[in-house]
């Protein structure tokens, strides 16, 4: 297996995280080369592959990562910027359920979910953080399924430091991330073919998916995509079903379907696309 990790140069806190990251791999280096690629690595851990990819360029503004280093799925390691500079861990799936592209990507077009790998990560994070009293403050959350790239032909996964720059800066933090993607690819190599979980897509909720990481942890859900309410709320019905089918087919794996508290025509429309596939669904 070769796992694929993405990156910017000009992100304080993914570049901290990769140098983290790649302490105990063996590397080697000039892997290979393109235009636009500012450094490639080819490492190994454990029993599998890390192909590392620098770029110039923000990582939400790729749309061809799919064509890069022959990897089975990529891991973008990020800041996370909010107005309101929240100190967390996240993680999250790429891509655009609603008409923009504001931040990469196209509209109305979704990456692959990697939902048991995002929960190990989850977990990861959070119990990580507890060796750390100086990160105490931090959230660990999903957030729901936005910007880009948009690259529906190979799972992608951002994990990702919020707060300000001091966060994105900060030692520890990257230790945290770098941490957690280690032991979270262990325990998904390892348990390949296994349900640790039950795969699940979301709909509903606030941009840090509050609920379905609260079911996360205590209901052994694991979430592919999760579609928020800001972006149903902007959606006409028939578009509701397109990216309703289109989360549910993008999630490998998906079993159930969670429905946050919403109008009932919206819910009717999400209902009604589960079904169609077969799910389980439970409205909350």
């Keep these: 297996m070769r796992i694929g990790i993405v990156y910017s ?49 923000e990582v939400v503004f790729l749309d061809d990562l799919e064509l890069r280093g022959n990897t089975d799925f990529i891991i973008i390691p990020s800041r996370h910027e909010s107005s309101a500079h929240i100190k967390s861990f996240t993680v999250h799936t790429p891509g655009n359920p609603w008409k923009r592209s504001d931040f990469g990507g196209r509209p109305m077009r979704l990456s692959t979910s990697n939902p048991i790998l995002k929960w190990y990560m989850l977990q990861e994070l959070y119990r990580l953080k507890q060796y750390y009293p100086t990160l105490a403050s ?55 073919g296994a349900r640790p ?34 972006a149903i709320k902007e959606l006409a019905l028939e578009d509701l079903k397109i990216v309703a089918e289109m989360a549910i087919q993008l999630t490998p794996g998906a079993r159930r379907v969670v429905i946050e508290k919403m109008r009932s025509e919206l819910k009717n429309a999400i209902l009604h696309t589960a079904r169609s596939f077969g799910l389980e669904v439970i409205t909350v």
């Design 9 to 57: 140069l000009n992100d304080i806190a993914a570049v901290g995280i990769v140098n983290e990251l790649i302490q105990g791999m063996t590397c080697n280096k000039d892997y290979f080369s393109t235009d636009d690629v500012n450094g490639a690595l080819l490492c190994r851990f454990n029993t599998f592959e890390v192909v590392l990819l620098e770029f110039d360029k």
């Design 138 to 192: 931090f959230s660990v959350s999903y957030e729901v399924t936005h910007h880009g790239p948009t690259t529906p032909s190979k799972p992608v996964t951002f994990i990702e430091i919020g707060g300000s720059e001091k966060e994105w800066s900060n030692a520890e933090a990257h230790r945290v991330v770098a941490s957690a993607i280690k032991g979270a690819l262990a325990h998904f190599i390892k348990d390949q």
């Design 197 to 230: 979980c039950i795969v699940s897509v979301g709909f509903g909720g606030n941009h840090y998916a509050s609920l379905f990481t609260k079911r996360a942890f205590e209901k052994n859900e694991c979430y592919g995509h999760m579609v928020p309410n800001y």
